[in-house]
């Protein structure tokens, strides 16, 4: 045994293997806590790549992030539900909330696709995405709104401050790598306030990432 194999127990140890060939592989040990602190990590997909969804209907592929999102949270938007969706238009996460039976409140500047604006289950207000307050809580903010990352991480802070949403799915857009480091104060005040906090760049996200999860 060379000096950097540390010897381990298999009771108290998480030990993961992939093979990549019938004769080679990659093992790889983790010593007990880390396998408990560390599971949200472990994706159930291969090579943690959800494809794109496809849906041919809806106003853009947008859509998919609402579905990735959905798939790795192991929740997902239901019939009878009230669904904020801030920056809406041209539509895609709101036919994909309208498309489930939900109730959507649908915020922008601009309208969203015609059959969309049309739908019993959609109310569209032309409003500001960071000045709009829901009347009560609501099951789902969505928010996908195209703004300087450090206004979209006030805006879902403040949400979950508040309370106003019982889960959520909020993109953050960034223009340059000289951004991400905003989005340490996210990973700082987040957590505490979800049962659920997950941030991510999604397999559908361009240069933005994906904060998704559930409140207390
Ligand atoms: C990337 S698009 C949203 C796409 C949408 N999620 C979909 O699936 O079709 C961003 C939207 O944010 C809207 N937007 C930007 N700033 C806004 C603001 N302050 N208030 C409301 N909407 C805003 C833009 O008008 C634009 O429609």
């Known amino acids: 045994m060379s000096d950097d194999i540390v010897p381990f127990t298999p009771q108290s140890s998480l030990v993961q293997c992939f093979l990549n060939s ?3 592989g990659w093992l790889s040990v983790s010593i007990a806590p880390q396998p ?10 291969v090579r943690g790549f959800i494809p794109w969804a496809e849906d041919k209907s809806a106003p853009s ?9 959905e798939l790795r949270l192991g929740r997902q938007i239901e ?8 920056g809406a238009s041209p539509g895609s996460w709101s036919y994909v909330a309208v498309k489930r039976g939900a109730h959507v409140i649908a915020i922008d500047r601009s309208e969203l696709r015609e ?20 009347p009560q809580t609501v099951d789902w903010l969505i928010c996908d709104v195209i703004a300087a990352p450090q206004r979209s ?3 879902l802070l403040e949400w979950l401050r508040e ?3 019982r889960h959520f799915i909020v993109t953050i857009k960034f223009k340059g790598a000289d951004e991400y480091p905003l989005l340490e104060q996210l990973k700082q005040h987040a957590p505490p306030l979800c049962a659920d906090f997950r941030l991510t760049r999604l397999c559908a996200n361009k240069n933005e990432v994906c904060a998704f999860g ?3």
């Open 153 to 155: 991480i006030d805006l």
């Open 163 to 165: 309370r106003r949403m």
């Open 22 to 24: 019938p004769e080679t």
């Open 214 to 216: 559930s409140i207390l």
């Open 36 to 45: 408990f602190e560390l599971r949200g990590i472990i994706s159930p997909y």
């Open 115 to 134: 059959d969309l604006m049309r739908s019993p289950r959609l109310s569209f207000e032309t409003a500001d995405a960071f000045k709009y307050k829901p």
């Open 61 to 69: 592929r947008a859509f998919a992030k609402v579905i990735e999102s």
């Open 79 to 86: 019939a009878g539900q009230t669904v904020v969706d801030l």
